[in-house]
DNA sequence: TATGAATGAGATTTCATTCAT
DNA sequence: AATGAATGAAATCTCATTCAT
């Protein structure tokens, strides 16, 4: 049970951890499942036991990678905010966190490839699959919005149509910086990052009641 | 010669139109060569005198595609600005130009499909295939950049970093009208234009200068 | 277990068997894979299962034909020899040898153009499918030299630089061979027969050691 | 006129030139009649009017190299006869003119492999080609056998089966040398040449009539 | 004579998925 | 639960050859 429960946890990871291999160095589409399968140490047959099909991994590939990406951005921001000495500003924190996940994707191209621009849809997508009969269970994403929420009440700020401003955020975030980071285009990286840190101080000051 | 140039030109044109109908209805992934040509009404092996695989194809339509949009939404703003009274301001413009592609985007979303978040992407790489040698040459796509520049100068309206301010318009418009469109995650169309708009305004005003 | 090798085993050698028909009757060229597959019963796909092209199950099934015939030829000489009177010379034994797999040849002119000139490679190299992983190993082709070499220790006879005998002889017979009987060039089996019989106990006779 | 048979002749040089470059870099399979028609630098409906198909031109290509060969085997072999103080023997000769080949098949593996084990084919089968209707005749291959019969007479030899004996020697050493150029099976070339010398003075010897 | 656009049959191969064991 | 043999649809793309110009 305990045990069959472990076995079954630990094949699951096991496919997820080789596919997330795969994705990242051969790419999505040249990844078959007897690849996934076989690294991972299972047959082929088995890998249906986990996962619908290649796709429905995936997401919950990406989901996964989003999260633990916000995650330890959210932690970082909080470790620097610490350092300071004086608090810094709800918009600065914005900055701070993006900056951060910026750099990453900028470390990371393979996983800028396989999140694409769909990062907003892992955040404001329900985990269907979580809820998949005879679906092992996952932890499921950090509800990022509930915790910039939280973060906004302990600074006693207050943001108009904070969905919203997330959302339009992050997509304007992801689009922009996937085209620059993997293509330079129109300018590499480095040289929007400032363009884009003003526009998100724009947005965020804008939402921010007074 | 200009019986056959006529013909290429024909046959062309006719391979790129029964692609459109087919990924705008059965979708992209789930088009064949053999669909296309057949529609097209030429054999399988003629397809690859005129394009190097399906994703080419599928590069050069969304192209077309986009241009021909761009084209008539800036049409159809000056038409709109000649019918004022007054003359309108280049925010209105701007937001006049991004009603109209999202209500296109709207009522066809089989396009918006197929263009995916990939409009920036059309307006700011070069066509390559169009030298490609041995390829018939189209037109190709609008400056829009050059476009936008020439209307700014007409409006006697400096902005700062043009480029940058066009690629993450674009980007963010393309994403969040995508998944409002076609998901309506995290809210539908109607409930997100107001809130894109005023986006839209704070960051062209920003960059106009004074 | 027991059941499925049963199974790989007869797939297998019903995928031989289909092509061996093909192969001889409408020829390699213009046999397909699906040609072979939908006669042994199977699906195109699992064709490659158990071979890696057309080519390699051709280089298997000229290495199986040869080898049953060079068992079958040394067989039958064995029998004539057994009704002889007096026992035959090693010379004999050779052109017994040959002059029986001339008949077969001339006989079945399909598996002539099949073998092509390539017997001499079935004999000399090494059978490196049947190691190959995951392929169903079979018998493999008999060590025609050894064979030779065991007749000749029991006749107490000597042969000098057996291996190149061995090899010139075969390549010399399977090229004229192939050549008297398919074009009668330049001039037809029954006439060459003689005259390749006398070579032939010219070079053996020579490499007998007094 | 003169120039147009000029210029076709040409055309057909070239086209069996480049053709000739393909086959012995990319391998006669890989190439096809549009490289060979864009190397020679004319459009691929005009090979068609040259040459059958790629099979017909290979036919006509390697009977033109087999014949360049063995005249510059003879030539080379005369000139060094020349230069002995003593007349060189007929079975020298001939060893003579089968080792130049081989250093020729060794040097050049690709026309090896072009020629195939067809050497005999190219020498007793007739041109058919050159007759055919339309087509450009070419000088044709020299007469093998009647060089080979002149020179028996001018030293006063005769040869029994002469026609017979060539047929065999060259299938023999064709099929050999290819073997044990191109595989080193069942060994290398060097290893080899002393035996099949031996092998060819012993069936040269004894043809020759006493 | 020369061209090269068009043809379209056809070959190979992969791979997601099923299901008997 | 796990396996992996079998499936067979499907897809791409090549290439010899024709023929209108």
Same sequence: chains 1, 2, 3, 4.
Avoid at 24 to 30: A, H, P, Q, V, W
Avoid at 131 to 157: C, K, Q, T, W
Wanted: net charge negative.
């Amino acid at each position: 049970m305990g045990k069959i429960e472990q076995n079954k946890k630990q094949k699951r990871t096991s496919l997820l951890f080789s596919a997330y291999e795969l994705f990242t160095t051969i790419g999505f589409d040249k990844t078959t499942i007897r690849d996934i399968a076989s690294r991972a140490g299972v047959a082929k047959g088995t890998f249906y036991l986990y996962f619908d099909d290649k796709y429905s991994l995936r997401d919950q590939l990406i989901r996964h990678i989003a999260s633990q990406l916000l995650i330890s951005a959210c932690a970082s921001m909080e470790e620097y905010a610490a350092q300071q000495a004086e608090p810094i500003t709800v918009p600065d924190k914005f900055v701070y966190i993006i900056d951060y996940l910026i750099d990453r994707a900028d470390e990371n191209r393979p996983i800028l490839k396989l999140i694409n621009k769909d990062l907003s849809w892992c955040l404001f997508t329900d985990d269907i699959y979580a809820a998949a009969p005879g679906r092992i269970d996952e932890p499921g994403s950090i509800d990022f919005v509930s915790y910039i929420l939280n973060m906004l009440e302990a600074d006693h700020v207050e943001i108009r149509d904070l969905r919203l401003l997330m959302f339009t955020l992050i997509d304007m975030i992801n689009s922009t910086v996937y085209d620059a980071v993997l293509f330079g285009e129109p300018v590499g990286i480095e040289e929007y990052k400032p363009y884009l840190n003003r526009c998100i101080r724009l947005l965020v000051n804008d939402a921010i009641e007074e």
